[in-house]
């Protein structure tokens, strides 16, 4: 049924003005769309919505997820020039340095947006 067809994250947030400085500015995701209650974002070859939500920041697990491949070090390195801190999970790796967990060759790293939901980005 859906095989054949391209899915997209929604996240919810709190505040729009924030949401759009975090995923435009911090993480340079470019506009696609301003609903007026939320913002349709690009990434990669699929979208990312952000709408306006009583219950932003309420999921505790992964929310977005995405596939860096070799760029995972340089773009956790951004990511801590740009203030945002990567979260630790040591449990399960063999090695967690500057918020890189990795095990064997796969190195993943998580951080969240600023209503609290969780993004995971690895390397495969």
């Known amino acids: 049924m859906f095989k054949d067809h391209?899915?997209?994250?929604?996240?919810?947030?709190r505040d729009l003005a924030v949401a759009r400085a975090f995923y435009?500015?911090?993480l340079g995701l470019p506009l696609l769309e301003d609903h007026g209650?939320?913002?349709?974002?690009?990434t990669g070859n699929t979208q990312l919505n952000i709408y306006l939500s009583d219950y932003a920041g309420t999921n505790r697990a992964n929310a977005v997820l995405?596939?860096?491949g070799d760029e995972l070090e340089a773009i956790a390195a951004?990511?801590?020039?740009?203030?945002?801190?990567?979260d630790e999970y040591p449990d399960g790796?063999?090695?967690?340095i500057d918020g890189v967990h990795r095990k064997g060759d796969f190195r993943?790293?998580?951080f969240r947006d600023p209503d609290g939901n969780i993004l995971h980005v690895h390397s495969r």
């Not at 801590?80 to 990567?86: A, D, I, N, Q, W």
């Not at 790796?93 to 967690?96: A, H, I, K």
């Open 93 to 96: 790796f063999d090695s967690v």
């Open 108 to 110: 993943v790293i998580w």
């Open 37 to 42: 209650n939320g913002f349709l974002f690009g």
């Open 66 to 68: 995405w596939g860096v």
């Open 78 to 86: 951004d990511l801590r020039g740009r203030g945002v801190t990567l």
């Open 6 to 13: 391209a899915s997209s994250a929604i996240i919810p947030c």
């Open 24 to 26: 435009d500015g911090t």
